[in-house]
């Protein structure tokens, strides 16, 4: 019955919640908030969508720790390109990475985790080529970041999720 009524429940207590942290308190905004949180869980449970399978766990505090340092270490580096423009030559482009990774929750944790991170974003995958186009702020070489992408992400989602 409850699976009916609220079949992602901790989705609709997250979007609650964070209806609530967004707008001021008062009855009126819990239950709006309620509301939308409850339609959201069932556009979800419409879309069917499947339950991710992760193979290694432990993993994924590795993968945490990895990004986390990232996302630090790309804050300093795009502090540093934007206040301190004459210290060094930057150049931003956009490139293809090929990868290996084809599992959907992998491919959209990479998304996350290259968008969240300063100075690349994710753009479009193609899937039936399986390339990936970014845009980075500071190209050192189309090389050094597909190793990058490879080797630091890819190979650890890869183990995680297929």
């Keep these: ?9 901790l989705l609709t207590i997250s979007l609650a919640v964070f209806w609530m942290t967004i707008n001021s ?8 908030g309620t509301g939308v949180a409850m339609i959201a869980s069932w556009a979800m449970a419409s879309l069917r969508p499947p339950k991710p399978r992760i193979r290694n766990w432990h993993l994924l505090i590795k993968l945490i720790a990895i ?7 790309s804050n300093i580096a795009v502090a540093s390109i934007i206040l301190f423009p004459r210290n060094r030559k930057t ?10 990774l084809r599992d ?7 998304a996350v ?5 300063p100075g690349s974003a994710w753009l ?14 500071d190209e050192v070489s189309e090389a050094h970041w597909q190793n990058l ?6 190979k650890l989602l890869m183990e995680i999720f297929e």
């Design 1 to 9: 019955m409850i699976g009916r009524i609220l079949p992602y429940p």
């Design 25 to 32: 308190f008062s009855p009126g905004h819990l239950l709006l």
């Design 67 to 73: 990004v986390i340092y990232d996302i630090v270490r």
């Design 91 to 100: 150049r931003a482009a956009f490139m293809t990475v090929p990868l290996d």
């Design 104 to 110: 959907p929750m992998g491919l959209a944790v990479l």
């Design 113 to 117: 985790v290259l968008t969240a991170t």
């Design 124 to 137: 479009e995958y193609n899937s039936s080529q399986g390339t990936l186009l970014i845009h980075v702020l």
């Design 149 to 154: 992408i490879k080797s630091r992400y890819e």
